[in-house]
């Protein structure tokens, strides 16, 4: 394994993906961004790989080494695994990915150190949702149990996530009351449910009367009830429509991709960047392709910046 050094005076090991075990399931970020269909962040996914294939990994992964024989276990950076595994891939099938390398930081990290870096390093680089961020909180504190110590203050979690202390002290009521069972189903939930939702029923007595209030809340808001809950998610296809013509654009700009001639009021060029719910009408799908324009076009006029990139 090459040794390299960062500015920081961390060593950076260049190590064979086949040495690495990365457990997805175990990072605080959900998502199905590695699938080819019907994945809400696939197309930031298609960028990074983009971005890696042509300028190379900017930023290291972390792993620790395994409790017993030899490897290492993925601690941070899952999108750029999970990248650099299609490029060898790509470039040679799946035999080429055990010979392949990462850029990797070796840290001996404790149970406790591992999902804290893990959680700084997703809520630095791009916000956590609330319902990740609770899961990986609720990890964390599960780490403390076991380990037979005290976990943080409200005020020291609040620090450790930089959020401000009455919504951190929400996020801990949620992931110490709500069972496990029902936080994975708020992340995997397609509509929006607040954190002061999830704060109301973590305030429930019991499992039974917290499943059947989350249910008759998912429920209202996915259009049972009437109008309003219905087209709720356009306000939310609306906001990730505006973020893919900001990318979008930004990379045109740098001349890092040719988009010219991209119309996102036109299905077939939205369709290519997300997808749109099958009961959408046509006026909800031209409002959220104009969103996107708006945005892209935006964003090919903003000034020239060093801080716009594709990188994860």
């Not at 319902?131 to 409200?154: C, E, F, H, I, R």
């Not at 809950?229 to 306000?235: A, H, P, S, V």
């Not at 099958?278 to 996107?292: C, D, N, V, Y």
């Amino acid at each position: 394994m090459a040794a390299t050094k960062k500015p920081s005076n961390e060593t950076v090991l260049k190590i064979p993906l086949s040495e690495i075990t990365a457990d997805f399931a175990w990072n605080g970020r959900s998502g199905k961004w590695t699938e080819a269909d019907g994945a809400e962040d696939k197309h930031d996914f298609a960028l990074l790989v983009l971005d890696i294939k042509t300028n190379g990994q900017d930023t290291p992964v972390h792993v620790r080494p395994k409790k017993s024989g030899k490897g290492y276990i993925l601690v941070a950076g899952f999108r750029r695994f999970a990248a650099i595994s299609k490029i060898a891939e790509e470039a040679g099938g799946k035999s080429s990915v055990k010979d392949a390398t990462i850029d990797a930081i070796v840290k001996s990290y404790s149970d406790i150190e591992a999902r804290t870096f893990n959680i700084r390093e997703n809520t630095a680089r791009e916000d956590l949702k609330a319902a990740d961020l609770v899961w990986s909180v609720a990890d964390l504190l599960a780490a403390y149990k076991a380990g037979g110590k005290t976990p943080p203050t409200d005020e020291a979690f609040a620090a450790l996530i930089s959020k401000s202390q009455p919504y951190t002290s929400k996020l801990l009521r949620i992931a110490k009351n709500v069972p496990e069972k029902l936080l994975a189903k708020w992340r995997a939930a397609e509509v929006i449910v607040t954190v002061d939702n999830m704060d109301g029923i973590a305030r429930l007595s019991d499992a039974a009367a917290m499943e059947a209030k989350f249910k008759e809340l998912v429920s209202s808001k996915e259009g049972a009830t009437g109008n309003a809950g219905k087209n709720r998610w356009i306000d939310t296809a609306k906001k990730k429509a505006i973020e893919i013509g900001t990318l979008i654009g930004n990379l045109e700009r740098l001349e890092k991709i040719d988009s010219h001639g991209l119309n996102f009021e036109d299905d077939d060029d939205m369709a290519a960047c997300m997808t749109i719910k099958k009961e959408a009408t046509a006026a909800q799908r031209r409002a959220i392709g104009k969103e996107a324009n708006k945005a892209y076009h935006a964003a090919i006029k903003a000034p020239s910046s060093e801080d716009d990139s594709a990188s994860e």
